[in-house]
Structures are given as C-alpha cells and as structure tokens.
C-alpha cells in the first residue's frame, strides 16, 4: 500500500505543480510488443511474448514544446510460460500463464530538446485491471505443492490472479516530427500479481512481481 500511495503522488504532485494546458491535448493510437515475466511465482519459469495497443494522449506542460503528460488506455499482455531453457523436457514447460489487462499508465514525458524530431524519456506508474486469465498446460501439480496436502483439482493450484496491480514503468524513445514515435519500456511491478501464492514456496514469503519490456509504435494526430 505504501507503494501504491508513493506512485499516485508521483502522478498527482505533477499534475499539481505545473502548468497543464489541457486545451492543447493531442490524441494517438499506440501498438507493440511485450517480453513479460513473473518472478518467485512457477516453475518452471520462462517469458511470455505478447501484444499490447490502445489509445493516448499529449498534455503539454508548460509554455515549452518539451515536456508532457502521456496517459495511455490499453489492452496490455502480460504473464509467463513455462520455457526456462534450463527445463527443456520437464513437466511443466509447455505451461502458459496468461494475464490479460486493461491498462492505464501514466507517464511523464520530456523530449531532450524543443527539437521536432529528438529523443525522450518515460517514466511514471502502470494501473492494470485483469480482464483475463488463462491458464493452459500446466502440471497437475506444481513442484512447490505436497501432493499429500494440496488437493489437485483445487482451483487455485497455479496462482488466481489479482483483479488490480500496479507499477512503475521507465522508458526512452524516438519522435519523428513529433507525430511518429518508437519507445522501448520497462514496467517493474510493484504489486503481488498472485495473492494466493504468498508463502510459496513453502516457507518463504517472496513477491509475485510482473514484469514487462516492451517496444511500441505510436501515431499522434495534429
């Protein structure tokens, strides 16, 4: 909670300290790819790769051309498999965990110049609301789990994901004019992604963190 609290006055002290001209707003579409991971959650354990795409908007702040506000709402992939290299053959590697999210990061934005075509960085929190998630080919059991305690057919056995996690995501990238731009991001998360796994493996208390890299397109409207 503490860090929930921490990341929402990052996004409101912004919000509050500078001068937001919301009448120049500019609106895009954005799309990509994800590189997403759990830890401490499966095992095995290895990256899902997914899709992420949605909608944004550019709130200036400041008289500036310079520095911005970027709220985003997107669909968001996130997750694992079961495809650690290491576990080629095991039970368990042709697992997939997917999450499915509708997300809302909320980034502040600097452009190195006033240039129009110049590089810019991203940071800022990540709200994501599980729409889905999918489990397939999973071991009937995973190796943290007493067999002669857990019963198998108990739904919980690989992990019910949380409705609502949170983040903190930071990024770079390259507009084109201002209107074309490619980012590359790393959202690290801040949030247990499955509650019910708290004390597994058995005996310890290590968080379920998600984490995403990703690489997205986006368009910006004049």
Excluded: C, W
């Excluded at 354990?45 to 709402?73: C, D, H, M, W, Y």
């Amino acid at each position: 909670m503490k860090k929930f609290l921490l990341a929402s006055a990052l996004a409101f002290s912004t919000m509050s300290f500078a001068q937001i001209d919301f009448s120049s707003t500019r609106f895009g579409v954005t799309a990509g790819g994800n590189y997403s991971r759990v830890k401490n959650a499966h095992n095995p354990s290895g990256p899902r790769f997914t899709v992420q795409g949605g909608v944004l908007a550019l709130i200036p702040i400041g008289k500036e051309n310079q520095f911005f506000l970027q709220p985003e709402v997107v669909y968001f992939g996130a997750g694992e498999t079961g495809k650690d290299k290491d576990a080629k053959g095991i039970d368990g590697y042709n697992a997939v965990y997917a999450n499915n999210y509708l997300s809302v990061p909320i980034s502040f934005k600097a452009y190195f110049s006033e240039a129009e075509s110049e590089f810019f960085g991203l940071i800022g929190p990540r709200f994501n609301f599980l729409l889905s998630q999918n489990v397939k080919n999973a071991p009937v059991l995973r190796p943290y789990y007493d067999p002669d305690v857990v019963d198998a057919s108990l739904p919980n056995v690989n992990g019910k994901a949380s409705k609502f996690n949170f983040g903190i995501g930071i990024g770079v990238g390259y507009s084109y004019k201002r209107q074309l731009e490619l980012a590359a991001r790393y959202d690290f998360g801040l949030s247990n992604t499955y509650p019910g796994l708290d004390h597994e493996p058995k005996g310890t208390d290590k968080g379920k963190s998600e984490q995403v890299l990703s690489l997205s397109l986006s368009y910006i409207f004049q």
